[in-house]
């Protein structure tokens, strides 16, 4: 700790010197941007390598002082200068990230600290850092599959060096891009919900910035060791940084492994990579160029959800139906695998003391697989199957036979193997199904053991270029003005490959349900006329084969301004999205709309929001915010079936969303947070599924269009702080997610675009599913002298709705099924209790060791329900009526779990 020298003139004090520390470790941190405020006049520095600082005033009186570092909680102190200036010696800051880092999953915190408020300058409400709410939404209600506000994930910007990085086809999050690199994507800038950001426009659910800049990294080595017994086993990490040397170049590299092998639920095995490299080269104080190479190649278990049906007959509510035995190792059909490299190349420009330019291009490419088994011509092998189960031949029929029932009921319970698919089955079927395969002129194209069942991968492998540029100008020190263009182009192959003939020699790549229909005419059963009757091997391509070009072009802007008692910003995005499809097969079923490009299909992105922060004191503030948007539709949702045919849905509207929340926030030197109402109305979404149509026998197509959806609710956090070393915190969300209208639905057959049924689905009032749309948190925290800390988090789930099936909400299901079948169900709530622990060693100067363990649900609960849908298929009966729905599919969260980390830092 450096001690306060202070220049002497007619005793006052010109000069204060201290240092910034990481709160648990005592580590000093560099790079931290500490801005003062007094008179209405800003001045800023930066601490060095040391995490030494200088502030410099001639003056008396109030004070405020920021000390500010993306990945770190804000620290706001106001004091009186000179007389309180003792306070700047020692300053520490707390890791956004939690001392445990659970199973990879980042948690952000929001504490604006300050010891005292006076009646001068008020200090800016920041944004930069997460308040207690974010911090727990994020983290301790994530076993529940919560969503803030009950928004999807493509509700959330994610960013990477300020290049735009969600899923272009479906908007979803990109997490997995960068999985497992946890010591150098921990330097964020994150906003929650409407809240302005430098880097772009944002988006209602709030907006993440991974900054990879070389120079920005603490120089050191890091080491790091984890056990768990959650989706993985054990992940080690290495991390190096150099900072900035004096040669001008920088380097950080990092590289981690994870692995593990079903510990918690069977065939959930896990073999995670990550490697990382940034490179910065300082020519000039105005001038440096970056360069990131990065991915996480992995291949884990899937598993999947089942009826509570089968899980009381396995007896736990953990089983994965996807695996089974062969060769008396357990193998998982559902494998997700990928490997996906991101390159971006990035000119910082400092322009002068007011402006800057940062312009950057990125890259990005490799290859996404999900395997599962397909068949043809062959019963369906996996063990849920409803025609395995003992309810077929009970309420699942219309001529219950009780015996039968009871014979699978018994099989289930004394047969181990009921619940595994037969691997060695599926392979004594394909090595005993020896065919010759003649053409339709007669000439032979294959001979041998021609496969019923295989294992495919289900590619989806995305090419990406993007471009941004951002320009941060300080106009005075009343009004600032970001503005900035962005560009993405995609193009994503889609196509399945034969991984694995399960003992066959070869696949015949035909259209198994076309040949079934149209039985007559063999041309409509050709995935592609142009290459008819192909037989295909490992490694191949069949199936389908398409490409999906997508490309998307923003500019945007934010305009800031800021006063002794009222902040305000007003921001700007304008752009457009355009997409297509091509088909790289002239299809039997689709020959004249298959093959080559669809329609161009070009959409207007917009949008426009504002907010105002209103100071009544340094502790106490009024915010509010409001947007009007509109954003193109996903490729996912447009296209009706893009693995056959060009088709998309009817007049494709973009989605228009009005939001708006209102805060209270406090930050008093003993309690800090946030009380806010929010309300969200969306427009014109569109929903895209395909499903088996019992009723009319065939595979079909339902399309959802003009989609609404009302999302109001209160969330509120507070943090309380009862002795210097003993904090309390209290969060509770409680929201009402409901549809908004009674949306129209086209259904069609696949393979035919035969109109089928055309009307509403009646769910107006009905509940948004995905997330609790009640939940609580209570959790004490103990900071000890020593460097050791330990938490109490006990948390409430309630209000969670199954994900509806359209089909039981329309005329028809209303006129044939019981008012059980129509009525949503709700997921019954309940408490889990986490617990943590940390300790922080100070070996030797510059050298530390972090050791941090935490539990979850130490209560062993394991009958909360985490999620769940309702399956599309209906059963009829022999006169065409609705009978009853399938039953439904669930999720539960794990019971106790545990996360051990170790970390050396020198």
Known sequence: MLVALYGVQAQQIDEAQGAVYEEQTGTPIPAVDVTWTAEGVTSQVRTDASGAYTISYSGTGRLTVIFNKSGYRAEVLELEWPREANRLERVTLTPMLTASDMADLTTTDFVMGDDGVTAGDIS????????????????QFSPMRFRVRGYDSYYQSQYLNGMQMNNMNNGYSSYSLWNGLNNVTRVQNNEDGLQPIDYSFGNIGG???????????????????????????????????????????????????????????????????????????????????????????????????????????????????????QGGYLRNARVR???????????????????KLTTGVGYRFGWNAYSALNWGNGPDPRPDYYRNLPSYYGYMSETQDPDMAAYYEELWHSDCNMRYIDWDRLYNINRNNYQVIFDEKGRQIAEGNRSIYVVEDRRSDQRQFNFATTWNALINKHLR???????RLNRTANFNVIADLLGGDYWLDIDKYSERDFAQDPSKSQVDLDNPNRVVGVGDKYGHNYLAHI??????????????????????????????????????????????????????NYGVKGGVTYKITGRHYLVANAAWMQRAPYFADIFVSPRTRNQYVTDPRPERILSGDVSYVLRSPFVKGRITGFYTHFYDKTDNMSFYDDGYRAFSNYVLTNIESTHMGVEAGMEFKITPALTAIA?????????????????????????????????????????????????????????????????????????????RRTDKARANLPYDYVRQEVFPGGFTL???????????????????????????????????????????????????????????????????NAALQF
């Open 124 to 139: 800016p409400l920041l944004t930069a850092s997460r308040d207690p709410y974010t911090n727990k939404a994020g983290f």
């Open 207 to 325: 907006t993440m910035n991974i900054l990879t800049r070389a120079s920005g990294y603490r120089p050191g080595t890091t080491l790091t060791f984890s056990g768990s017994n959650r989706t993985y086993n054990y992940r080690t990490m290495i991390t190096h940084a150099t900072g900035m040397m004096p040669e001008g170049w920088a380097i950080t590299a990092s590289a981690s492994r994870r692995w593990g092998n079903h510990s918690y639920v069977q065939g959930q095995f896990y073999d995670a990579w990550g490697y990382f490299l940034s490179l910065e080269k300082q020519f000039t104080p105005q001038h440096s160029l970056g360069l990131v190479v990065l991915a996480a190649p992995t291949e884990r278990g899937v598993a999947s959800g089942t009826t509570q049906e089968v899980y009381d007959l396995v007896g736990s509510n953990y089983y994965n139906p996807n695996v089974g035995f």
């Open 337 to 355: 695998s990928n490997h996906e490299p991101i390159i971006q190349l990035q000119h910082y420009w400092q322009i002068n003391d007011k402006n």
């Open 481 to 487: 003005f970001d503005l900035g263009a962005n560009y």
């Open 551 to 604: 490309q998307e072009a923003e500019l945007w802007g934010n305009l800031w301004g800021q006063s002794r008692h009222v902040d305000g910003y007003l921001a700007f995005t304008a752009g457009w999205t355009g997409m297509h499809r091509e088909g790289l097969q002239r299809r039997g079923l689709f020959p004249d709309n298959s093959f080559g490009d669809s329609k161009h299909l070009n959409f207007l």
């Open 731 to 807: 969060v509770v969300s409680y929201g009402q997610y409901r549809y908004a209208n009674n949306p129209d639905y086209v259904q069609t057959v696949d393979n035919s675009q035969k109109l089928l049924e055309q009307d509403r689905v009646y769910w107006k009032g009905f509940h948004v599913s995905g997330t609790p749309q009640t939940a609580a948190n209570l959790s004490v925290s103990y900071q000890f002298p020593f460097y050791m800390w330990a938490g109490l988090d006990l948390n409430y789930f309630g209000r969670s709705f199954i994900s509806l099936n359209p089909i």
């Open 834 to 900: 986490d617990a943590n622990v940390g300790y922080s060693w100070r070996i030797k100067s510059g050298v530390y060791l972090r050791l941090n363990l935490s539990a979850s649900n130490l209560l062993n609960t394991k009958t909360l329900r985490s999620g769940g849908y309702e399956q599309l298929r209906v059963r009829y009966t022999k006169d065409g009526k609705m009978m009853r729905p399938f039953d439904s599919r669930y999720f539960y969260m794990y019971g106790t779990t545990f996360f051990f």
